[in-house]
């Protein structure tokens, strides 16, 4: 079965950090661009970041500096370390590629950063 699967969200004060992980099952993993993205209510699902299957890594300009992607393929995995959280981060966090021409995505992980 082809899915992704998010885990690692939480509770958090602003300040703290986070790690996430989207572990993929069904695909050759390494071969794939793999993107977090995020939504807050109300709020439309904004692209955070985004590694390459060489390993290159992009930034939305408000995570830039704070987040870091990273991938081991290995493991099937991708991460998303998040440092220096603040309350406007708060949204549910997706991972997403494309798969044979169709988004393919995970359930989403929750996190919450606290004033």
């Known amino acids: 079965q082809v899915q992704l699967m998010e885990s690692g969200g939480g509770l958090v004060q602003a300040g703290g950090s986070l790690r996430l992980s989207c572990t993929a099952s069904?695909?050759?993993?390494?071969?794939?661009?793999i993107r977090w993205y995020r939504q807050a209510p109300g709020k439309q699902r904004e692209l955070v970041a985004g590694?390459?299957?060489?390993?290159?890594?992009n930034y939305a300009v408000s995570v830039k500096g704070r987040f870091t992607i990273s991938r081991d393929n290995a493991d099937n995995t991708v991460y998303l370390q998040m440092n220096s959280l603040k309350p406007e981060d708060t949204a549910v966090y997706y991972c997403?590629?494309?798969?044979?021409?169709?988004?393919?995505w995970g359930q989403g992980t929750q996190v919450t950063v606290s004033s």
């Open positions: 997403g590629t494309d798969y044979r021409g169709t988004a393919l």
């Open positions: 590694i390459s299957s060489a390993g290159t890594t």
């Open positions: 069904g695909i050759i993993f390494r071969m794939y661009f």
